[in-house]
């Protein structure tokens, strides 16, 4: 089960309005989106890939001598999610705190956001985000994917 709460969005530069959720308390998951209209996945906290990213972004950054701070480390983590989760049935990858994609036109820049006043908050079963196409993938494969991330984010490491 996952929390959710209810925000109102109005998209811009059009105004729509509609409503989509973000996690009410996170308890370290994830909620992950692509650019199609309620995409919203979630990556749970226990997803046993996490700690294998986490152990690869620590070598890869070691190595290459990168100081990074917790906030630095936790952008990066994100930002390597989406090189390790399937795409969306579109081909579009899942991001971390990508706002929700406007149902009517598809834009993904919002003029507001604001939560449901008085706020609603639910439970309710999303699917999760999956990483199929990592797991078939041989480690020095999945080092290389990872090597390619720091280095997109890290500018200055020469790409794999
Ligand atoms: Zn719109």
Known sequence: MTTLRLFEYRCWPQGHRFEASVLAQ????LLVRSVRPRSERVFRMDDPVREEMK?????????????????????LFRFALSAVLDP?????????G???ACPVCGSLEMEDWV????????DTELPLATHDDWDELEPSSRRERIRDVV?????????S
């Open 151 to 159: 280095a997109q984010k890290h500018k200055g490491i020469p790409r």
């Open 115 to 122: 939560s449901a006043e008085p706020p609603i908050i639910f």
């Open 98 to 100: 990508r706002p929700p």
């Open 88 to 96: 969306d049935c579109n081909g579009s990858k899942f991001s971390v």
């Open 26 to 29: 996170t308890y370290g998951d």
């Open 55 to 75: 152990s690869l972004l620590t070598e890869l950054t070691r190595s290459e001598g990168l100081r990074l701070s917790n906030g630095e480390q936790r952008e």
